[in-house]
């Protein structure tokens, strides 16, 4: 009971985890542990009754465990907080690796050697399914670390997760990233969570190309992680780019650390960059070969 009062509390509790991806990563993480547990209380509480025998028993506390999962994401909804179907899923992985974990060990010599071939297999299964988003996280935040000063280079699929795409579609091809602005106004690309401290270096290089037959009006901007959202707290300028014109845009770091109206840009916590169409006419189209500093 004291297991499943702090679950509950964990609701209306804001928890300290930084917007980053590895926060979001590790957030969501919780969930799954958290209703093994909570599955796993549900075991304790209910086998020692005789009307939960047999499979009830494990029908029983899979069924509390995932359905708890459900309702805390709709009770979440209304409390302005992340709910989502993905949590959902991490719920139900906990509560279903609890029920094979318990039939591992469960003492009763009904078909124990084929329960416990079978709950080893739903326990594996269900821990690959845990781990998947955890390697994923720690191979893109390697591969980031491990090119810079290269900021992008799309030899490899790994740069999408760190792109956020605002009204636009995007697919690497050729070692380039395409680019399709789709929305009617300020769609763009962001590059989120660089690595952060630039300090080391006097200018950011974009090789960018407008691969249309129409001119492009291009937009960057640049921001800390003290940005407060607001135009002139953040490095913006625009560039026009010729029909299928190819060029290498260089930014001084100093111009940049300059930009924001009331105070110098921390060069330490760069976080984001992004590329948006800046005018409503002409190319709907960008290539972006490589962004990195120097």
Sequence with gaps: MLLFAVAALLLFVPLPIPPTYAGRTIENAGHTPLFFLVTMAAFLMLR?????????????AGVIGIGLGLLSEIVQRPLARDASWEDVGADAIGAMGAVAAYALFDPRPARRNLRRLIALLVAIGCLAVYLSPIYTMARAYLHRNSQFPVIASFHSRTELYWTLSIGVRREIINDALEVEFVAEQWPGLGFHEPVPDWRSFHRLVLDLENPAVEPLELGVRVHDADHNWKYNDRFNRH??????????VKIELDDIRRAPRSRPMDLERISNITLYRSGPNGSRRLRIHSIRLE
Excluded: I, N, V
Excluded at 239 to 248: K, N, P
């Design 239 to 248: 560039y026009d780019f010729a029909a299928s014109e190819r060029r290498t």
């Design 48 to 60: 020692d009754r005789s009307e939960f025998d047999g499979w009830k028993l494990y029908a029983a």
